[in-house]
């Protein structure tokens, strides 16, 4: 899960960086689940953190896939096209089971 905060906050920013994902990120092979998308601000439960714009969530099936995709020429071209656009970014690994 990957957590991005944007410089600028507007709409198209943030659009951009979610078409962004979804055309550099979702298609490597190794992934069992692949989401991207906007902070839902109507969640306002005092354990919501709200301190993001765009959310990605991918899976894989395996930890060389993993290791695959942050080496891969698509990720690193989203990296380099969007890095600057980024207040701060926040990944939280975990292993997960269905």
Sequence with gaps: M???TLRDPSEESVRKL????HRLLKPHSGITF???GTLAPEFTRP???QAFHV???VVFDSLESHDAYQVSPRHQEFIVG???TWAQV???DAWVEA
């Design 34 to 36: 692949y989401a991207a």
């Design 82 to 84: 969007n890095k600057e």
């Design 2 to 4: 990957v957590y991005f």
């Design 47 to 49: 354990v919501n953190d």
């Design 55 to 57: 959310a990605l969530h």
């Design 18 to 21: 979610v078409q962004d994902c």
């Design 90 to 92: 926040r990944v939280f």
